[in-house]
């Protein structure tokens, strides 16, 4: 049991690197709003038309008309942001990055208004109308890192590395059991060469 020293330390490492990453790794956070599609019944499937209107959010059209109330230049907000379709749903999610919270909700609120006015733009021909179901709120802590994350990954990776290193230990040759310890090698005879002394 003594040698168990050395994953029990392995581990206490990787908690104490688990902990450093969880405080000084750049924090990001995410904040979502969601885009309901209405359609008049018999005019297609509002789901699949949510589908397509999905795609549509991220086009150069809809960031070039977000980035003025977004604060933030089309290609920026084009790895800021991504949308997300419901299987069951006419919901479109979108959903902002960014290093502080205020510009992640500034970020999928401008998408989500630039997305409803273009695909309102084409209403009179397609019947579909695009409505703000729910605003992206500003999110009160990071998506990442998240620290119960970042210790069980640290915990982990040191137990790995740890039992690694001791069975290591015990196949090596260069780290032979101790006497009394158990599992340890007997005590061998010490051989002498030359005539036995004389017996009187």
């Known amino acids: 049991m003594r040698a168990w020293w050395i994953p029990a330390v392995c581990v206490l490492v990787g908690l104490?690197?688990?902990a450093g990453h969880a405080l000084l790794?750049?924090?990001?956070?995410?904040?979502r709003g969601q885009v309901a599609v209405a359609a008049p019944e018999g005019e297609g499937d509002p789901v699949a038309f949510a589908q397509a209107f999905v795609r549509m959010a991220t086009d150069d059209a809809v960031l070039r008309t977000a980035q003025t109330d977004a604060g933030v230049?089309?290609?920026?907000?084009?790895?800021?942001?991504r949308a997300a379709g419901s299987p069951d749903a006419p919901v479109i999610?979108?959903?902002g990055t960014a290093p502080g919270p205020e510009e992640a909700a500034r970020?999928?609120?401008a998408v989500a208004r630039a997305l409803i006015s273009r695909a309102n733009e084409a209403?009179?021909?397609t019947g579909v109308e695009l409505i703000e179901l729910a605003a992206a709120a500003v999110p009160t802590g990071p998506a990442t890192p998240v620290p119960g994350l970042s210790l069980a990954l640290g915990a982990c990776?040191?137990?790995?590395?740890g039992c690694a290193a001791h069975l290591a230990r015990r196949a090596s040759p260069l780290f032979p059991a101790l006497p009394g310890v158990p599992g340890s090698l007997p005590p061998q005879p010490l051989h002498t060469t030359g005539p036995a002394p004389f017996a009187g």
């Open 25 to 31: 790794a750049d924090r990001e956070y995410a904040a």
């Open 93 to 95: 999610e979108i959903t």
């Open 157 to 161: 990776a040191g137990a790995v590395a």
């Open 16 to 18: 104490l690197c688990g």
């Open 123 to 125: 209403r009179d021909g």
């Open 73 to 81: 230049p089309a290609e920026d907000l084009r790895r800021r942001v």
């Open 107 to 109: 970020a999928a609120n």
